[in-house]
Nanobody
Framework: QLQVVESGGGLVQPGGSLRLSCTAS????????IGWFRQAPGKEREGVSC????????KYADSVAGRFTISRDNAKNTAYLQLSSLKHEDTAIYFC??????????????????WGQGTQVTVSS
């Protein structure tokens, strides 16, 4: 039984920072790629960043490149998304998702197998 739980969201002012965590239980995390996605009200779900299994290769959406950083700590079964220089348009529910055997993952949410419940990030002055 797999469980994926995001945490770390909250209310932050423009220009501020947050670190989101994704803790997964019931599997060996190094066998999975990790993706971060977000969805704002009335908007489509958007791929934000991903990190591959084993090799730790990262990808970023153009909208967040240079501001967000994805990482993973397999010993803790946890992945992270560091959000910096936050903008109003970053406001969304942020989801963590896992892809089994994801050596070369992308940002299509259809390819991910296991999802957390999401954590809310609100950027407001």
């Amino acid at each position: 039984q797999l469980q994926v739980v995001e945490s770390g969201g909250g209310l932050v002012q423009p220009g501020g920072s947050l670190r989101l965590s994704c803790t997964a239980s019931g599997f060996t995390l190094d066998d999975y790629a990790i993706g971060w996605f977000r969805q704002a009200p009335g908007k489509e779900r958007e791929g934000v960043s991903c990190i591959s299994s084993r090799t730790g290769i990262t990808k970023y959406a153009d909208s967040v490149a240079g501001r967000f950083t994805i990482s993973r700590d397999n010993a803790k079964n946890t992945a992270y998304l560091q959000l910096s220089s936050l903008k109003h348009e970053d406001t969304a529910i942020y989801f963590c998702a896992l892809m089994w055997g994801g050596y070369d993952p992308g940002l299509s949410f259809y390819d991910y197998n296991y999802w957390g419940q999401g954590t809310q990030v609100t950027v407001s002055s």
